[in-house]
């Protein structure tokens, strides 16, 4: 199965999620790696550079691929994807045909995003394009879901909650988990782990209970794929 972590904008928090998650399924015993396609950044590579320097044994291991934009393809499908059971895309901020190849190659698409305006006017754009490879996905006999997370949420804001509200009514599947603005994360990033290796209960919590969301669409991918 395949995971791509992918919006059109930078700075949404999309490595931070796919290392998340990659971290709480990795404890779970998932069998998985994460593919980190930002060339430029690195960050999942600069992460995994951390991560390497703790201890084994204390933490579970999450295999990082730097992916070479020519052959991601190749990479993904025929090789990692054979390896392990799920492939976690870390994806590039730009609406590029790269973008397009990773909606296409994945089972499902985590979007994350920020409650503003200026993120949901993206996220049109980023829904264009999702329907176009959506439609090239299903003539190929495949279907691709898109779920948006938001992140840096603040449920006391009322223009956060209302944006939240007008994401539904664009009739794109939103997890009822929000991520929240907390050091965790920014700490998590530096220290090479996730917030489930960190001591704030907070964030552990609502990565766990997002987490179960996107174990719940997994399974029910998995099943429909048959
Ligand atoms: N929930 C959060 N709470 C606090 N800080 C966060 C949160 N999510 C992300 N950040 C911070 O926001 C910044 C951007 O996050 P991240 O690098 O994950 O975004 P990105 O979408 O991968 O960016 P890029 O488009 O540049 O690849 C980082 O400094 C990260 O630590
Ligand atoms: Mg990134």
Do not use: H
């Not at 490595?15 to 980190?36: E, F, I, P, R």
């Not at 992916?67 to 392990?84: H, R, V």
């Not at 492939?87 to 994350?112: C, F, K, N, Q, Y």
């Amino acid at each position: 199965m395949i995971i791509s972590v992918t919006n059109l904008k930078g700075g949404v928090g999309k490595s931070t999620l796919a290392q998340n998650l990659a971290v709480m399924l990795a404890k779970k015993g998932y069998s998985l790696c994460l593919a980190d396609t930002d060339v430029e950044q690195q960050t999942s590579m600069k992460w995994s550079g951390v991560r390497s320097s703790i201890e084994a044994s204390s933490v579970p291991e999450v295999p990082v691929f730097l992916i070479n934009p020519d052959t991601i393809s190749d990479q993904i499908l025929n090789k990692l994807g054979k390896k392990y059971d799920l492939v976690i895309i870390d994806g590039t901020p730009a609406l590029t045909e790269l973008t397009t190849r990773i909606i296409i190659m994945s089972d499902l698409v985590l979007t994350p995003i920020l409650a503003s305006a200026t993120d949901v006017w993206a996220l049109d754009t980023f829904l264009k394009r999702y329907t176009e490879a959506q439609i090239t996905k299903q003539a190929m006999g495949g279907t691709v879901e898109l779920c948006v997370v938001l992140n840096k949420y603040n449920d006391r804001v009322n223009l956060d909650r209302e944006i939240g509200e007008t994401i539904k009514e664009m009739g794109v599947k939103l997890f009822d988990t929000k991520v929240s603005s907390r050091v965790a994360y920014k700490e998590a990033t530096v220290q090479g782990l996730g917030v489930a290796e960190l001591k704030d209960k907070s964030a552990k919590a609502e990565m766990e209970a997002l987490t179960k969301e996107i174990e719940k669409t997994i399974k029910k991918l998995a099943k429909s794929k048959g």
